[in-house]
């Protein structure tokens, strides 16, 4: 199975950053949901406008989501920014 052995072999050499991924308490789920709802608004305007109003969906997007996080009883997931789950006790800044 070469495809398999190159992946060990790959992963032996990156050792320490896969061990630092898998232990550091950083988490990059933060920034991959916003890059994921910029993503969708781009494909739902896809050919029918401009980048003017591209920009203004992406910041009323933006906006939304920081009001979202402010109401009262939103839950502490969504208040740190990670919609999407992700590995439990991983926090999006550091301690």
Known sequence: MPGLTGFALHLLR????VTA???LEW???GTEGAVNRIKKIKRQ???RAGFE??????LL????AAIRQHEPGSSSRHAHGREHGGP??????PK
């Open 14 to 17: 990156d050792l320490d950053a």
């Open 21 to 23: 991924g898998l232990t």
């Open 27 to 29: 988490s990059s789920g």
């Open 45 to 47: 305007l896809y050919g």
């Open 53 to 58: 109003l591209l920009r203004k969906m992406i």
């Open 61 to 64: 997007a933006i906006a939304s």
């Open 88 to 93: 439990a006790g991983r926090r999006a800044v």
